[in-house]
């Protein structure tokens, strides 16, 4: 079954180069030694309180039992987000207008009212029809609050209209997209299921407990709302030790997160405050993240160059790569861990560190930190008291979130409106004052602070060449790749760019870091690798990852070895299995998702399990019967199982539903291509690359068919398109050289050669010409 974004018949010059395995005998002997001597942590010892071997875990307890010694906490903790995150609906939880109160957005008017001592909105269903639905739970408390509906099967859906606490008006968090009942934000679609999506993050102890056979939930939460147990662990056994003498070492706290370092209570607050995917039902303590989840990378979707958030992701992400978190700085540095509110009112809680007295917390590396009044207008040149004089306001800008939630940036970043201008980035003097010419802007921040004297090469600046394939690409990505302090997610997001940049030098680059110490590193350092060698040479390299400490990157490994299962993996046998066996788990436990369905097709077609592979495709589409991908791969799957007239049927039932689709259009270009009706399947292309011009992948394979189709120039056009918006497609360009030269346009082979050249002097395509 072929991928569903696959492209036509490449060409032989614009396929992956082949590379010899750099690292030899001395990277796998230094690797499994690392591995031996970790003894499987990485970066950091593991939290006090883990239970002792042979012994049962600990259990989820009645939260209330922990007011009864933690008095203090729990009234600090009282009347917080953390505490309302998630409530049944009642007169004191839910804080909309339901006094028949009506919104309308588009052809649809939704409307909010009371019966029978409930909270109930008349609204459009799954099927499309108006019918009453009833308010089950709250989600948050403000700015704004949201609500969930149940519906049959246990299926919590969170409606798509919220209220403005602050406005005390109904709104809704993304206008102007169109909402319908066919709309994947729809409440009532399975994109908006909360059992997946947010009751993991508004409870305590939750289990989503799917159930494939049925297509039903039986959730469970130890209790709604962030409570003790949800950052401390289960406290079952520290029950125990309270009920008796008290004189033993370990209390039997899962997570005592005032002894631990600023990475595991760090962590324990992205277990929420992360953009991650998660890698089973539920969450466990006292583990790295990675056991639990995956988080995202700073990628161009969720991030911008400089790093700063985009949109909602959370916290994690930025403050990682800030260089507050690197000089030892946490979350309970700025907040109270159990209020959540802010250690000290305006500039006070910076005021612990930035100081003229000198002042500095404890467990801080303070070294570089000079001391000076930054509160002075001399500091900020803003009015006292005005925008701009605040901390907040220049180095946490903010972007809003689901319409009117305001969260401020954690990367903690410096203004730099010339910069920004430059690299096409947000920055808090160009978003403050609007009204002035973003010149005027950056010659007067240049004569307030000073040129940039900064040496070394910036992460902003190189990824900025990279990522748009300009001259010096490759080695502006090697030297970022080289710096030594480099954040973590900060180098887990310049290893996924090294695919581009092919040469012995970024395999180089991607095995070195198969040895970082953080998780996410050796994660991504694992993809890179596989993408630049053949399967064959991968067994070396990445074979060791499968017993790594961490889940995600044993699971990584292994996928990246699944091509190697036939001809089998010698020692790392069993591992791989144990390992494979992870991955596989992880998908198990998210039936619900269309997405996780579809991966468990694609892992036992890898597999060789092909009996199960039809099964999935088609619980992916009953779990959601507008989830595309999963559509096209069983249009893929039946046409290669000679099932090709039903197959054609699904395809043109699919067109015909979503006609504006052009993941459907190039499915159908490939599909009339393998049955030879070039002429349709030209249409087809076209039509895709019409209804998003943007996308790269349809534009290539649209410039593939013209060229397998006798048509040279017109192929070359396409290819000339698509690198004027996208210089770094280096599949783009050696199809596009190959082309030339085929139709005898030596002139042009050179100049794209050159252009090469200037992005990646070390590719090996340049040696073979």
């Known amino acids: ?193 909360a059992n997946a999506q947010c009751v993991d993050c ?22 709604l709302g962030v409570g003790c147990q949800a950052c401390h662990g289960p406290a079952s056994r520290h029950l125990e030790w309270a009920a008796k003498s008290r004189d033993s070492a370990n209390a039997g706290i899962t997570q005592k997160l005032s002894r631990v370092d600023n990475v595991t209570e760090v962590e324990t607050c992205a277990r929420c405050h992360a953009h991650r995917a998660p ?42 790569q800030s260089t507050m978190f690197a000089k030892g700085l946490r979350c309970s540095t700025c907040h109270d861990p159990h209020s959540t509110t802010l250690k000290a009112p305006g500039n006070g809680v910076c005021l612990q560190c930035h100081n003229p007295a000198e002042k500095r ?64 980035t947000s920055d808090a003097c160009l978003s403050c004052h609007r009204a002035t010419p973003g010149d005027r802007l950056a010659e007067q921040f240049r004569q307030w602070y000073g040129d940039d004297k900064r040496g070394a090469p910036r992460y902003d600046d190189s990824l900025w060449l ?31 760019e090294l695919p581009t940049y092919p040469s012995e030098r970024a395999l180089k680059a991607a095995a070195n870091d198969l040895v970082n110490p953080s998780p996410q590193v050796r994660e991504a350092a694992v993809k890179a690798v596989a993408a630049l060698v053949p399967p064959e040479q991968r067994r070396n390299l990445l074979a060791p990852l499968l017993i790594d400490p961490v889940r995600a990157v044993r699971i990584a490994a292994a996928y990246e070895l699944l091509r190697l299962r036939a001809t089998g993996l010698g020692n790392y046998e069993k591992s791989w299995t144990k390992a494979i066996g992870e991955y596989e788990a992880a998908l198990l436990s998210q039936q619900d998702r269309a997405e996780a369905n579809l991966k468990l097709a694609v892992l036992y077609q890898a597999n060789g399990r092909s009996d199960d592979v039809e099964h999935y495709l088609r619980a992916a589409l009953q779990r959601d019967p507008d989830y595309l991908p999963a559509l096209v791969g069983l249009i893929q799957w039946l046409d290669s199982n000679f099932r090709w007239e039903e197959g054609r049927a699904l395809l043109d039932q699919a067109i015909a539903n979503h006609p504006q689709s052009p993941l459907l259009q190039q499915a159908n270009g490939l599909a009339l291509m393998r049955k030879g009706d070039r002429e349709a399947a030209l249409k087809a292309f076209a039509e895709s690359t019409r209804l998003e011009p943007d996308n790269g992948q349809y534009a290539y394979a649209y410039a593939v068919a013209l060229h397998d189709s006798g048509q040279l120039e017109p192929a070359c056009q396409q290819l000339e398109k698509l690198l004027e918006r996208e210089p770094a497609n280096r599949e783009a360009r050696l199809a596009l050289i190959n082309y030339w030269r085929e139709a005898g346009q030596i002139q042009k082979v050179q100049a794209l050669l050159a252009e090469l050249e200037q992005l990646n002097p070390d590719d090996p395509s340049l040696r073979r010409e």
């Not at 508004?202 to 469970?220: E, I, L, M």
């Open 1 to 193: 079954m072929p991928k569903p974004s696959d492209s036509p018949q490449r060409s032989p010059r614009s396929a992956r180069p082949v590379y010899p395995v750099l690292a030899g005998l001395l990277l796998l002997l230094g690797l499994s030694l690392w591995l031996a001597l970790q003894g499987g942590r990485g970066e950091e010892a593991p939290p006090l309180g883990q239970s002792e071997p042979g012994t049962p875990p600990a259990a989820m307890v009645d939260e209330a039992l922990c007011s009864g010694c933690h008095s203090p906490q729990t009234k600090a903790w009282q009347g917080t987000h953390h505490q309302l995150a998630m409530q049944a609906a009642s007169e004191s939880s839910v804080l909309g207008d339901f006094n028949d109160a009506h919104l309308q957005e588009g052809e649809d008017t939704t409307r909010f009212f009371r019966k029978d001592g409930g909270f109930w909105i008349n609204a459009k269903g799954p099927d499309g029809t108006l019918a009453d639905f009833k308010i089950a739970y709250t989600l948050g408390v403000a700015p704004l609050q949201q609500y969930l509906i149940e519906l049959p099967g246990g299926r919590l859906q969170a409606l798509d209209l919220a209220w403005d606490t602050e406005k005390h008006a109904w709104f809704q968090p993304a206008p102007g997209q169109g909402v319908t009942f066919k709309h994947p934000q729809h409440w009532s679609q399975p994109q908006q299921n």
């Open 202 to 223: 508004h409870s305590t102890g939750y289990k989503r407990n799917f159930d494939p056979a049925s297509n039903t939930f039986a959730s469970h939460w130890n209790s």
């Open 279 to 320: 890698l089973g039902d539920g969450s466990g303590h006292a583990q790295r993240l990675m056991d639990d989840y995956l988080p995202s990378a700073l990628t161009r979707e969720l991030y911008e160059l400089d790093g700063k958030i985009k949109d909602e992701v959370f916290e994690y992400g930025a403050f990682t």
């Open 361 to 424: 917390l404890a467990g801080i590396d303070d070294k570089r930190l000079k001391a000076k009044d930054y509160e002075s207008p001399e500091h900020h040149h803003h009015r006292q008291g005005q925008a701009g004089s605040q901390c907040v306001d220049c180095h946490m800008p903010g972007k809003l979130a689901r319409g009117n939630d305001l969260r401020h940036d954690h990367g903690f970043s410096l203004p730099n409106p010339a910069r920004a201008l430059r690299l096409g």
């Open 466 to 496: 990279v990522r748009n394939g300009k001259p010096g690409a490759s080695r502006a990505l090697f030297q970022q790749l080289e710096t030594k302090d480099l954040p973590a997610i900060r180098r887990a997001t310049l290893l996924a």
